[in-house]
């Protein structure tokens, strides 16, 4: 039995470089979101993408991982702001692919130091389910930054 299902579901209609579709986050129920293919790899013009949801999901998994390592390790932060950004590049023999994932994260940490915050950024992204899944097909960056 899996510790936690959630659902997404996408409804499609037309081709893909004139079509759109919906997003639907059905276990949480918070919405209903457009994604096109101009969305994905032109301007998102107000519509989401795969990739600006791995983003969303990367960048909240690493918050939490990195939290909890910070308690167990240092000090519980006051504060983390994490960035993601995930690239789309062209794959040789054609198509797409997900090269890179590079998280920021800025955090207000009471008595650490900067490579100390650095290095449990690191592990933190090493306990991360997200960063994990991604491990060893997506190239993940981190760099730490404490306020």
């Given at each position: 039995m899996?510790?936690?299902?959630?659902?997404?579901?996408?409804?499609?209609?037309g081709?893909?470089?004139?079509?759109?579709?919906?997003v639907?986050?059905?276990?949480?129920?918070?919405?209903?979101?457009?994604?096109?293919?101009?969305?994905?790899?032109?301007?998102?013009?107000?519509?989401?993408?795969?990739?600006?949801?791995?983003?969303?999901?990367?960048?909240?998994?690493?918050?939490m991982?990195?939290?909890?390592?910070?308690?167990?390790?240092?000090?519980?932060p006051?504060?983390?702001?994490v960035?993601?950004?995930?690239?789309?590049?062209?794959k040789?023999?054609?198509?797409?692919?997900?090269?890179?994932?590079?998280?920021?994260?800025?955090?207000?940490?009471?008595?650490?130091d900067?490579?100390t915050f650095?290095?449990?950024?690191?592990?933190?992204?090493a306990?991360?389910?997200?960063?994990?899944t991604?491990?060893?097909?997506?190239?993940?960056?981190?760099a730490?930054?404490?306020?």
């Amino acid at each position: 039995m899996a510790t936690a299902d959630r659902t997404a579901k996408v409804t499609w209609e037309g081709p893909l470089l004139t079509g759109a579709g919906q997003v639907e986050f059905q276990s949480s129920g918070i919405g209903t979101y457009p994604v096109t293919w101009p969305s994905r790899v032109e301007t998102a013009d107000g519509r989401t993408s795969p990739e600006e949801l791995l983003a969303a999901a990367h960048a909240s998994c690493f918050a939490m991982a990195f939290s909890a390592t910070l308690g167990r390790e240092a000090s519980p932060p006051e504060r983390l702001e994490v960035t993601v950004t995930v690239s789309l590049n062209p794959k040789e023999g054609g198509g797409f692919k997900v090269t890179d994932s590079a998280i920021t994260v800025t955090g207000t940490v009471p008595g650490i130091d900067q490579a100390t915050f650095q290095a449990l950024a690191e592990k933190g992204e090493a306990g991360c389910p997200i960063s994990n899944t991604l491990r060893g097909n997506v190239n993940i960056t981190v760099a730490a930054t404490l306020q």
